[in-house]
């Protein structure tokens, strides 16, 4: 099982880029995928997670109304797109895949998901 994360890299603040997860050896209709980051000094956090379907999503409030997750189950691949950027956001983002069936706020805690992809850095300057 691979989760590919890509799309990551250096932009300025109010710029928008788009990261995405491929996965190999799973398909991502079968899994919850979620987002999350790590900056420098900080524990991982949640960004955003998206249901089997793609129907239901959670987003931290921090990036809510700024990022979109999408997910395209034939390409099996899971889409965050990122606007109007902060340098606070400034973090290396990876994906995770969860094999639950249950669909729930423990999407947003990092234990639980079953593959890690290895990471996009992104940096937001001022």
């Known amino acids: 099982v691979q989760l590919q994360a890509s799309g990551g890299g250096l932009v300025q603040a109010g710029d928008s880029l788009r990261l995405s997860c491929a996965a190999s050896g799973i398909l991502f209709s079968m899994y919850n995928v979620g987002w999350f980051r790590q900056a420098p000094g900080k524990e991982r956090e949640f960004v955003a997670a998206?249901?089997?379907?793609?129907?239901?999503?959670y987003y931290a409030d921090s990036v809510k109304g700024r990022f979109t997750i999408s997910k395209d189950n034939a390409e099996n691949t899971v889409y965050l797109q990122m606007n109007s950027l902060k340098t606070e956001d400034t973090a290396v983002y990876s994906c995770a895949a969860d094999s639950s069936t249950l669909w729930g706020p423990f999407v947003r805690t990092k234990n639980g998901y079953d593959y890690w992809g290895q990471g996009t850095q992104v940096t937001v300057s001022s």
């Open positions: 998206i249901s089997r379907s793609g129907g239901s999503t």
